[in-house]
């Protein structure tokens, strides 16, 4: 799925996040494990794979957010 994704998308996290990232991960139980990816699985299909048209009068670019 990440390869549809455009690169304006593909961001680095910085060493620091990734090591608090994974020290994160590694205590979270398996249930809660579960319900991240399920989570995660629900926001790739239903808002980042779904392609905005920059012609509706509600769209936003979000690209530069931060």
């Known amino acids: ?10 961001e680095e996290l910085p060493d620091e996040l990734q090591k608090e990232f994974g020290g994160f991960m590694k205590v ?17 299909l239903l808002h980042v794979a779904r392609r905005e048209n920059r012609e509706d009068e ?5 690209t530069n957010d931060k």
Do not use: W
């Open 28 to 44: 979270l139980s398996v249930d809660k494990l579960s319900s991240l990816l399920e989570v995660l699985h629900e926001f790739l």
């Open 1 to 10: 799925m990440f390869e549809t994704l455009l690169e304006q998308f593909h």
């Open 58 to 62: 509600d769209f936003r670019d979000t």
